[in-house]
């Protein structure tokens, strides 16, 4: 009996999936749970990958319900209802499979780890080498139960051992003692692999090894393709290979896997990809392009886009790339010579009421990544929605949708102009920053832009308060040092021993990050002062000092220290997810005098809509001169109000299956505990944030911006932190 929703169409390949097990007990374990899937949903899966799923067929055993039930009517299944071999059960598959295919992939259900990578190797060798017949090997130290060995003379497959057999393997070359097996999976012609296993049918043979033999036997050309991953050959033929198979898959999700998907995505901060692999220049056109369309669509285009770069490699050609697609569709551009910083393309968007503002920048990420963010007509982040429209319509595109116009001759037309504007923008942050106020203070402090983009405006605006400055890390090296250039305790070493060194030569340490919208800073004493607690200072000084009222908001991995302050002041606190749309979002809707994030990023209301590193910078340098007191004397104070709370943070490289299996298994494994202290509550507003007593949390996040699963706590003690961390990291990691 065969079984299909639709009718297979025409193809150049085929899969047969040998599913229907030799007894119940083989039967049963083909549906048992293996990570996040079944074993049998994990072998499909992996074929779904080389063969369209309309010329898959699955061979089942007779009467069987489960497996169509388990993998889905897009597939086709027909029944072996004699368990005589794999040969056998291959040949129930003919009819279904046809002969209008040149070649059909033989793989069995119970091999869910090989990768889909094996597979396209097994049959771009076939088809290379012009086989009739191609299989996949495996190099090990010893014959797993159940495997045959590869026989080789001169290098030549002449036969498959199966166990019992009779037959001497020749010589592996890769080392002592190592034997090749074969993996189980086949390519070969339709004509070819049906007509002989009639043959063999005929002469009582039933074994998918056979069929080697008989090929061979006929002169025909046979060809392997050896795997290196010798986890791949896990079979699932008894519970205790589950259990072997089950450690694998885990440990998988912890392995960081290269991004080889070229596609454009946005994240919570933009656009980022490696350099070489998702980030190119033809998806920097392509996303232009997407942006053009949306601005015509919304009759946008008189207003013009404003376009800047970092400091990053490729940001001025991309910049120069982005700048010919909009051209290229009659929308005007105003070009940022040099590198810029990104606060000052987000203040451009409406200080110019451009449509759109562009930067060309991968922020904190390491060196060999790069991005784009872009920003609405008043300068805040688009919202999901709309970067998803972005994303899916320069996804679709072709080289040929994209509209270009050359830069010299968009220059020469006027429809690209170069405009500097770090004096509107220096000049818009001194209306705000009581410039005045500072003059005279008699503050001295180091500035690392950690080769970044900050040095011009931030040494401008220093110099006009009169602060001397010593900047370091400022030379133009797309390497960054070869950091990542995040303001961070990690990698500002070099800033703290200065101070350290000074022995009271500086009141303050500053550093932005690679696009400079982030802070960090370093006190009088040179100690590292964490973003929640320069929030926390900034919050106090903005109500208290400067007496602008209203409340905060913060994402939910910034410290709960600002609730209780906002308390103290009788202010509205607001919790947020992650991305600093949602930040300026949440300031907006409760009127806010502040709003910022545990790493680094802040604004204030009457400023723009977005976090910036150099005008947090300003306002710190104000704080200080206008109260008088150093940053160790202003925690302290902070502290006497709120109580403390630690915090740490850590992180593990994460695939896209771990962003499958740890929400299943907290959704699996309800928390009543974390160790020994009880959940009041569990939030899913992003990520999942478990919430205990007095203010102590811990969350589970993926990053938007990189390959990482991140990990948050806070706690009334450093060590309690500790011990929560530990928990979380057991918990992501168990069986590892």
């Known amino acids: 009996m065969t079984r299909s929703t639709r009718a297979p169409r025409p193809g150049s390949r085929a899969a047969v999936v040998l599913a229907a097990g030799h007894d119940e007990a083989s039967r049963e374990l083909l549906t048992r749970p293996l990570g996040d899937a079944t074993v ?47 040969g056998e059960a291959a040949r129930a598959a003919a009819a279904a499979v046809g002969r209008d295919v040149e070649r059909v992939l033989v793989a069995y259900g119970d091999t869910p780890l090989l990768r889909p990578d094996s597979l396209r190797g097994l049959l771009n060798r076939h088809e290379l080498k012009g086989a009739d017949l191609s299989l996949l090997t495996a190099v090990v130290d010893a014959t797993p139960e159940g495997y045959g060995r590869v026989v080789r003379e001169d290098a030549r497959i002449v036969a498959i051992a199966e166990p019992g057999d009779d037959v001497t393997p020749g010589p592996v070359p890769t080392g002592d003692g190592a034997v090749e097996i074969n993996v189980g999976a086949y390519v070969a012609a339709p004509g070819l692999l049906f007509d002989e296993l009639d043959a063999m049918a005929a002469a009582g043979e039933h074994r998918l090894t056979d069929l080697v033999r008989r090929v061979i036997a006929r002169g025909k050309q046979i060809t392997s393709h050896q795997i290196h991953d010798t986890d791949e050959v896990q079979g699932i033929n008894t519970p205790a290979e589950l259990a072997v198979a089950a ?16 596609k454009i995505v946005f994240g919570t901060g933009g656009w980022r990809a490696v350099i070489g ?24 285009e008189a207003k013009g886009v404003v376009i800047g770069g970092d400091r990053r ?15 290229g569709n009659n929308i005007p551009v105003t070009l940022l010579p040099d590198d810029v910083p990104t606060p000052l393309v987000t203040f451009a968007a409406p200080y110019l009421g451009a449509a759109y503002g562009i930067i060309v920048t991968s922020s904190h990420n390491p060196p060999e990544w ?71 203070a008699d503050l001295r402090v180091v500035v690392d832009p950690m080769y970044g983009t900050s040095q ?60 400079s919208d982030r802070i960090g800073i370093v006190d009088e004493t040179g100690e590292y002062v964490s973003s929640n607690d320069l929030l926390l200072l900034l919050y106090w000084y903005l109500h208290e000092v400067r007496g602008e009222k209203g409340g905060v908001v913060r994402n939910l991995a ?58 947090a910078c300003a306002l710190v340098v104000e704080m200080l001169a206008r109260t008088g007191r150093t940053i160790s004397e202003l925690r302290t104070t902070i502290h006497e109000i709120t109580g403390r709370l630690h915090t740490l943070e850590a992180g593990v490289p994460s695939t896209p299956e771990m962003r499958i299996a740890v929400p299943r298994r907290l959704e699996a494994e309800p928390l009543t505990h974390i160790g020994p202290y009880p959940v009041v509550s569990v939030s899913h507003l992003d990520g999942t944030k478990i919430l205990l007593e007095n203010d102590n949390w811990a969350l589970l996040r993926f990053s938007g911006t990189e390959p990482v699963l991140r990990m948050f706590v806070e706690a009334d003690s450093p060590e309690k932190a500790t011990e929560l961390l530990d928990w979380l990291r057991g918990f992501v990691t168990a069986g590892v």
């Not at 039930?69 to 071999?85: F, I, K, S």
């Not at 450690?247 to 999700?253: S, T």
């Not at 490699?313 to 910049?319: I, K, M, P």
């Not at 709309?386 to 037309?413: H, K």
Request: no cysteine; charged share 25%.
């Open 40 to 86: 049998v949903e994990l072998a499909v899966a992996t074929v779904r990958r080389v063969v369209d799923a309309d010329r898959i067929v699955v061979v089942i055993a007779a009467g069987d319900t489960r497996l169509p039930a388990l993998l889905g009517d897009d597939l086709t299944y027909v029944e072996q209802h004699e368990p005589l071999g794999t």
């Open 247 to 262: 450690d694998i898959v885990l440990k998988r999700l912890f392995v960081p896997t290269k991004n080889t998907d070229t």
């Open 277 to 300: 692999e998702g980030y190119t220049l033809a998806n920097v056109r392509r996303l232009s392009q997407a942006i053009a369309n949306e601005t015509m669509r919304q009759g946008l």
């Open 313 to 327: 490699f490729l940001s001025r050609d991309s910049a120069i790339a982005a700048a010919e697609v909009f051209a």
């Open 370 to 440: 790069n991005g784009i963010k872009v920003f609405r007509q008043d300068g805040s982040l688009p919202l999901d929605d709309e970067t998803d429209r972005y994303q899916d319509e320069a996804n679709a595109m072709s080289v040929e949708d994209v509209i270009t116009l050359d830069i010299d001759l968009a220059r020469r037309a006027g429809v690209v102009t170069e405009r500097t504007l770090t004096a509107p923008y220096v000049d818009a942050i001194e209306q705000i920053i009581d410039v005045d106020a500072v003059r005279g």
């Open 456 to 515: 011009l405006t931030l040494g401008t605006i220093l110099s006009d308060m009169r602060v001397p400055a010593e900047f370091i890390h400022e030379a133009h090296n797309p390497l960054f040092g070869g950091v990542a250039p995040a303001p961070d305790l990690q990698r500002l070493s070099t800033l703290i021993g200065m101070i350290r060194e000074g022995a009271g030569r500086y009141g303050l340490g500053l550093a932005t990050d690679g696009d």
């Open 558 to 615: 910034t410290t709960h220290l600002l609730d209780r302050l906002a308390a103290h002041f009788g202010e509205e606190s607001l919790e947020v997810k992650v991305g600093f749309k949602h930040v300026t979002a949440g300031m907006e809707k409760i009127g806010a005098v502040l709003g910022g994030e545990s790493s680094g990023g802040l604004t204030i209301r009457g400023w723009i809509l977005g976090k910036d590193g150099i005008f």
